[in-house]
Structures are given as C-alpha cells and as structure tokens.
C-alpha cells in the first residue's frame, strides 16, 4: 500500500526512567491493518497539534492512573504511571470531545483513563476484591463476551473499570469484570481491557485494529 492511503494513527508510550518506550506489537498490528503508526512524544502542551495531525489513535497500556485528579486515594499498591503522560493522555482525550470524528482504540491502561475521563470509577486493586483476580494477571488468557465478540483475549491488570461513567459497557468477563467500553455515538472509540496487540482471536485481537483504521479512513488529513 501507497504511505499515502495509510492514515496516520498516532501511538503514546510508555515513560519510564526517563525514556519513551512502547511495544512494537502496537505498530506492526497497525500495519497490518493498514494504517501508518506514529509515535506521539508525550508533550500535553501539543495535543492538539496532534489531534490534528493524525487520522486516529492509540492509547497503549501500561501501569496505573493516579487518581487524586479523580477524587479518590490512589491504592497503596498500585504503580502510578508518570505524571507527565497521564496528563498528556487526558489532554488528547480533552481534545477528542471537539473532534468526535478522530477514532480511538484504548487499551489496557487505556481503557481506564477513557472510563476514568468520562466520569468512571476504578477497582484498583482486583486481589483484595476479586477472588479470580488471577485470571487477569501475568499475561493470563480467559474469555471474554460482548458485542465485540467471544473467546480468548490477552489479559495483564490488577485495576479494572468498576463504573463506566458515560461510557457504554460493551464486554465483559465470566467473573463480571468490564473488558470493554465505549461510546456508540462515535464513529468509533473504543477501550479494551485485555491487549489485542498480543490477542490471536481475530474479533478480539487484529479486527479490533482493521476497525480503527477503518473509522481512521473518513477522517481527513491536515492536507486534505
């Protein structure tokens, strides 16, 4: 495929010991689908200049929201994200209420900032109030049902969505943990608790990407 037909869709990292990293499985998946993947140096104050540059976007997983901003304690267990890319996350959400027609797929970590940014709440520790917390640790695969589909996904969280906020609960897992939220008044923004990047079902896993880059489609360039 010509770059040129590719869409841009934009990838944030991970910052840890000052370094911005992000897996590789993200970029190839888009690819794949695709798409041209770019990723977005996490700078709050250029957000917007990324909303506009790109044709759709990735929020990738990682550690754990720190949830003063939410109105609640951040668990004593939990492993904070760095501050500067929770805030540049929030800020590209910000961002997306006025362009509505930028696709977004979150995943993970995600998913948790998209719940927590539409009014949400977290159970931020599963092991303390889920007896098959498990289950969803360590790269542990189980199932999951929902208008996405059904079967087998790639799971690593110890934090899960406890209330969607605005947003719609789309999957779910046997034990009733939220897998999957979005908002159906967008062309497509979606938030995946499991990793479809490392996901084999297709519906759970590389679809999941072809719908990104589908929606990323109608989304014109800054040049366009």
């Known amino acids: 495929m010509n770059p040129i037909e590719r869409p841009i869709i934009g990838i944030t990292p991970d910052v840890c010991d000052q370094r911005w990293r992000v897996a590789p499985a993200y970029a190839a998946q888009v690819m794949a689908a695709g798409g ?9 104050e250029v957000a917007e200049m990324y909303l506009d540059l ?41 961002g997306l209420e006025r362009r509505q027609e930028v696709p977004l797929l979150g995943i993970c ?12 709440d977290l159970d931020q ?26 079967g087998p996904v790639h799971s690593h969280h110890k934090q899960a969505v406890r209330a969607a906020g605005s947003l719609a609960v789309i999957a779910q897992a046997p034990d009733g943990v939220i897998e999957a939220v979005a908002c159906n008044e967008r062309p497509f923004y979606v938030g995946v608790q499991w990793h479809p990047e490392r996901t084999e079902n297709r519906a759970l896993g590389p679809a999941l990407f072809e719908s990104l880059i589908q929606a990323a489609h109608s989304k014109p360039s800054i040049a366009g």
């Open 36 to 44: 041209l993947p770019l990723v977005l140096p996490p700078l709050p």
């Open 125 to 150: 520790f599963l092991p303390e109030s889920l007896p098959t917390a498990h289950d969803h640790m360590n790269g542990a695969i189980h199932e999951v049902d929902g208008s996405l589909g059904h």
């Open 109 to 120: 970590l995600g998913m948790q900032l998209m719940a927590l940014h539409a009014g949400g």
């Open 54 to 94: 790109v044709q759709g976007l990735i929020l990738t997983g990682g550690d754990d929201p720190k949830m003063e901003l939410f109105g609640a304690v951040t668990h004593p267990k939990a492993t904070p994200i760095d501050q500067q890319r929770q805030a540049f996350e929030l800020a590209l959400l910000d």
